[in-house]
């Protein structure tokens, strides 16, 4: 076959996929604020997550970030993000890691600290997208009331986006979300003793 002739059936190949995606789209009708939930044992959730924000910001949206265990940590995204006060409201609530902190008193009062300022933002007209970071540790942990927290979410401002990080993601929370992404990890420098890096991890 020609050079010629294999421009033109892929042509006519791309036509036909074309018309059948329009299609597609065509039925793809409904606007509405997306419950999102990354999860999984692969790095990943809180990057993409904040990939989102980015995208957000880019779009003229005002975001509302909570980060639940990351509270210590001098993070990229935190520093490039209070660049933009007038269009993210950054709450780092979390006092580190839970194996970091060995108080579980303290980080079941952090958490629901957390909690409470998550709600404000989501029930706010200010935030159009908010993300509850690393919420899904704290839930893993019982240190929220899972049952209150699915039922919160399930009557959140219908146009809000909340997007929800965290290994673990309870049943129930994936049951409700919109959008779930399980990130897997295949390969991780961790495993080959290469610390946390600068632009990486955090």
Request: net charge positive; aromatic share 6%; proline share 1%.
């Amino acid at each position: 076959m020609s050079e010629e002739e294999l421009n033109a059936r892929h042509a006519e190949k791309m036509k036909k996929k074309k018309a059948a995606r329009d299609k597609i789209l065509a039925t793809k009708t409904i606007e509405k604020g997306l419950l999102i939930v990354h999860t999984g044992k692969g790095k990943g959730k809180s990057t993409a997550a904040f990939g989102l924000v980015f995208r957000a910001l880019g779009n003229g949206m005002k975001v509302g970030v909570v980060q639940f265990v990351k509270g210590k940590w001098e993070t990229g995204e935190r520093k490039i993000l209070e660049r933009f006060p007038d269009r993210v409201t950054m709450t780092a609530m979390g006092d580190g890691f839970t194996w970091e902190t060995q108080d579980r008193q303290r980080d079941i009062a952090a958490a629901k600290a957390a909690w409470e300022r998550a709600k404000a933002m989501i029930m706010d007209e200010e935030h159009q997208m908010v993300l509850l970071d690393e919420m899904n540790i704290v839930l893993r942990y019982d240190y929220l009331d899972l049952a209150e927290v699915i039922d919160f979410l399930k009557n959140k401002p219908a146009d809000k986006h909340v997007v929800v990080t965290g290994r673990n993601a309870k049943d129930e929370l994936i049951e409700l979300a919109d959008l779930v992404t399980e990130m897997e990890m295949v390969k991780h420098p961790f495993r080959a003793g290469v610390k946390a890096q600068k632009g990486i991890e955090f």
